[in-house]
């Protein structure tokens, strides 16, 4: 191990990573490391979610998992024993075989209604030095840390939702990891793919940020167009997000351009888990519309017009304990 890795694995501990050579997709020694994945298969306009959130527990590391699936308003979750998160690699497991991920696969089986099974290819991952919060990424002892690391690539694998085989092949991926002292007590959260060019991908996300004593609201997004990756977190951009729970206005400028998204949720949302790691149980207070409508313009030294029909849009709060 390298003066550098050493350094680096003691300072992820505190939930932080180096600004330089500080990798965030191994586990953090966090009470609560998630991990998500969102497929966008646009030809036959359809969404799948796959998430894992590794626990941990005087009695041992459990996990919150869940396959969720639109159109049909299919979602399965389980409470999984033997959760292990690498601290070398990103790699993560639960349940004796129920669950596995790494940077190229991912497996859940929750029954034989419940169960996907997918690789990922030609994957474009996160460019810059510091993570998705920005400055905030290097910051240690916060209470949560968020970092979109794969913005686009394609997926060819099946899954088995209620009693529909979904083949997946070419579909779109996303795919970020949170983490921190659990969730904060509010949050709000959108992804969408799907515009009229599969290059084009946007994120954003928001909560109360706590550090000790303080606390303050903070949003921040990011945008890829092509080759061009923008990241909006304070303090280089101002970042502002509002949601109702049915409508998601986000304006942020910084880097010299202006970003707006206005989303919208149609149909019935999904109700995802949150885990509550102290009490080793989940907890539905988590909204997302899984197949949500988003306008986004982008103007200033990058510009673009798009809209999409398949966006995530969520707002959630963490539960009493």
Same mark, same amino acid.
């Given at each position: ?19 330089? %050579? ?70 993560? !497991? ?37 993570? +998705? ?26 899954? =088995? ?10 579909? =779109? ?6 983490? %921190? ?11 969408? =793919? ?12 928001? +909560? ?38 049915? =409508? ?18 149609? +149909? ?30 982008? !103007?200033?030294?990058?510009?673009? !017009? ?16």
């Amino acid at each position: 191990m390298t003066v550098l890795s050493l350094v680096d694995a003691v300072y992820r501990r505190t939930g932080a990573n180096l600004p330089i %050579g500080g990798d965030p997709l191994p586990w953090h020694h966090a009470e609560m490391e998630g991990y998500f994945w969102r497929v966008t298969d646009v030809v036959n306009h359809r969404v799948l979610v796959v998430l894992c959130g590794v626990n941990r527990h005087p009695d041992g590391d459990w996990a919150t998992v869940a396959i969720a699936a639109e159109p049909g308003g299919f979602i399965r979750s389980a409470v999984l024993d033997g959760a292990v998160s690498s601290a070398k690699r990103y790699a993560v !497991s639960a349940g004796d075989g129920a669950f596995h991920a790494d940077a190229s696969h991912v497996h859940i089986d929750l029954g034989d209604d419940a169960r996907a099974d997918f690789a990922l290819d030609d994957l474009v991952l996160w460019p810059r030095l510091l993570g +998705g919060g920005g400055v905030f990424s290097a910051l240690p002892f916060l209470g949560q840390y968020w970092h979109p690391h794969v913005l686009g690539g394609e997926v060819n694998g099946v899954a =088995q939702v209620g009693g529909a085989t979904w083949m997946l092949d070419g579909a =779109q991926i996303y795919a970020e990891k949170n983490w %921190g002292a659990g969730f904060p007590e509010r949050w709000w959260w959108g992804q969408a =793919q799907g515009f009229d060019r599969a290059d084009v991908c946007v994120a954003f996300g928001g +909560g109360a940020l706590t550090a000790g004593r303080l606390s303050a609201s903070v949003s921040g997004a990011v945008v890829r167009v092509g080759a061009h990756v923008l990241r909006f977190a304070p303090p280089l951009s101002r970042v502002r997000c509002e949601t109702d729970g049915q =409508q998601w206005e986000v304006v942020a400028r910084g880097h010299g351009c202006r970003l707006r998204l206005l989303g919208e949720g149609r +149909g019935e949302p999904h109700i995802l888990p949150v885990p509550l790691p102290a009490l080793r149980r989940n907890a539905d207070t988590d909204t997302e519309y899984l197949c949500g409508s988003v306008q986004m313009e982008i !103007s200033g030294r990058l510009k673009y !017009s798009g809209h999409s029909e398949m966006a995530g849009l969520e707002i959630g709060h963490r539960p009493p304990e």
